[in-house]
């Protein structure tokens, strides 16, 4: 079945440094990734859809200087936390339909569990 | 505002029991409804998916099944196993958007 592979599983990182977080599939092309966040004890909260090609559509209240979401190819998206503060600490989701398949359910990554010190 | 909500937040069972999680969503335009299982501090994974045009799925010991027209959605699963112990979610999918329920805890004591 369709896989996304999410890389790396765990991150720790100090103050004011950068992350970067990959998603890729394995077996499909996407054209629309889409990257979540979740909170302790709260529901993923999708923070932006990755675009192949173009720029990346940002949801209210997240800062596009700050998460760079790059999608440079069909099966590959990346997210970078610029100059992570403890806050950013959260685990990370990414998520992949295949283009290519009508009706075609998202397919997530593990995650990244991010933690800033 | 598009919004799902999950009922009840947190559920715990004796082990064998069948029980139901229930799934409402504003708005009935509707691409796809999905249920997720995630094990804490874990990725999702995908349970099943009900699209549209469908009514239910099964796949082993749960079903789902979607009334487009009252906005829900219930997961039922049978004979529960301590394994079947996490948090599940409920997903109601645009094509390119998605809106999660804050989910459904569930422990299922041996």
């Known amino acids: 079945g369709a896989v996304v592979s999410q890389h790396p599983s765990r991150v720790i990182c100090k103050s004011g440094t950068s992350v970067k977080i990959e998603c890729r599939s394995l077996?499909?092309?996407?054209?629309?990734m889409f990257w979540y966040r979740q909170f302790p004890k709260k529901s993923l909260m999708l923070m932006a859809t990755?675009?192949?090609?173009?720029?990346?559509?940002?949801e209210q209240g997240v800062e596009k200087d700050k998460f760079l979401i790059n999608h440079a190819s069909l099966t590959l998206s990346t997210l970078t936390v610029t100059s992570a503060h403890p806050e950013d600490s959260s685990f990370y989701i990414c998520?992949?339909?295949?283009?290519?398949?009508?009706?075609?359910?998202?397919?997530f990554g593990n995650g990244t569990r991010l933690t800033v010190t | 505002k598009q919004e799902v909500t999950q009922i009840p937040a947190a559920l715990s069972v004796p082990e064998g029991e069948n029980l139901v999680l229930n799934c409402s969503f504003t708005?009935?335009?509707?691409?796809?409804l999905q249920w997720f299982r995630q094990d804490p501090g874990k990725g999702l994974t995908s349970l099943l998916l009900i699209q549209s045009s469908q009514r239910e799925q099964t796949s082993g010991r749960l079903n789902a099944s979607l009334d487009k027209s009252s906005g829900r959605s219930t997961l039922y699963i049978a004979a529960s196993q301590p394994g079947d112990s996490a948090t599940y979610l409920c997903?109601?999918?645009?094509?390119?958007?998605?809106?999660f329920g804050k989910g459904t805890m569930l422990l299922v004591s041996p």
């Open positions: 708005d009935s335009a509707i691409y796809n």
């Open positions: 077996d499909f092309q996407a054209t629309t």
């Open positions: 997903a109601k999918s645009g094509y390119s958007t998605l809106t």
């Open positions: 990755s675009n192949e090609g173009s720029k990346a559509t940002y």
């Open positions: 998520s992949a339909r295949d283009s290519q398949t009508l009706y075609s359910p998202l397919h």
